[in-house]
Structures are given as structure tokens and as C-alpha cells.
């Protein structure tokens, strides 16, 4: 039958038929406001807070037109990796113009998905980077974008 997959914030996923989801005369409602707001990135694991801030701070400074954006891929995706984690990017590029970036830098062909998430939502192709960076970023001045060839946190059931 029909199967829905649920992954879960830490990775795992649970593979549910849609007979056995009736069957359970269970109401599973997922209790999104205990999850993380992102995360853990791998690039706050390998730098230390005030290193990070530090650094965004310079770059802001030294590019105030720019945003500093920390890319990685999401946990458990089947995407390729990307070659490179720290982009400065215009201010006035759209989220569906920096999702072309990615999917060049990953090689990514036309006919596959990429989804990219900051903060575990969908941001809008349309939205602009620097209104984007201004709502999202992290305490330590970076915007943090998680790429995924599924919709792994989004709303698709």
C-alpha cells in the first residue's frame, strides 16, 4: 500500500503504510514547537561561537553589500556534497537565484529536486537574500542554508 515517510529532526525515519496508519485509531499530531529551531550545523561543531561571530562581523564590515551564508547539506539526504561551505552573496539576489549556485556547485542535473531550508522552513524562491539574512540569521551573523533532494522538513503529506 500507500507509505508515508516521517523524518524526524534527529535523522531517523519511520516508514508507516497507510493501512497500518488507519488501523492505529491513533490521532498523530507531530509536536513541531519541542523540535530545534535548525540543526546542528556542521560548521558550528568545527568553530567556536565568538570565532564565527568574529568573522562575520569582519566580513560585514568589509562587504556590507554581501551576506554571509554557511551552506550545507542536510542530514541523510542522497545529494552530493558541496565543495564549498561559505559563500559571500549579493544582497539583492533571490533565494531561486542562489539555489542555481548550489545546484551548480553540486552539479545537480535539471531533471532532479534540491530543497533548501533555513531554519527548517521553505524559504520562497522570490524572497531576496538580504530580507531573507535580516529574519533568519543565527546569533553568530551568518545565514545558514541546508540543501536536500527531498523535502525533508517541509510540509508534504
Known amino acids: 500500500g500507500a507509505h ?7 535523522g531517523l525515519q519511520i516508514s508507516v503504510s497507510l493501512a497500518q496508519f488507519r488501523c492505529a485509531s491513533l490521532n498523530f499530531v507531530p509536536d513541531f514547537s519541542i523540535m530545534p ?24 564590515d568589509k562587504y556590507p553589500d554581501r551576506i554571509p551564508v554557511i551552506v550545507e547539506k542536510a542530514p541523510g539526504s542522497d545529494i552530493s556534497d558541496i565543495d564549498k561551505k561559505k559563500y559571500l552573496v549579493p544582497s539583492d539576489l533571490t ?4 539555489v542555481y549556485v548550489i545546484r551548480k556547485r553540486i552539479k545537480l542535473s535539471p531533471e532532479k529536486a534540491i530543497f ?32 536536500s533532494g527531498e523535502n525533508t522538513f517541509g510540509d508534504d503529506l
Open 116 to 147: 533548501v531550508f533555513v531554519n527548517n522552513i521553505l524559504p520562497p524562491t522570490a524572497a531576496v537574500m538580504s530580507a531573507l539574512y535580516e529574519e533568519q540569521r543565527d546569533a553568530d551573523g551568518f545565514l545558514y542554508i541546508a540543501y
Open 37 to 60: 529551531r535548525q540543526l546542528k550545523s556542521q560548521f558550528k561543531l568545527e568553530h567556536p561561537l565568538d570565532k564565527r561571530q568574529a568573522e562575520a562581523e569582519r566580513i560585514r
Open 4 to 10: 508515508f515517510r516521517f523524518v524526524l529532526c534527529l
Open 95 to 98: 533565494v531561486g537565484q542562489f
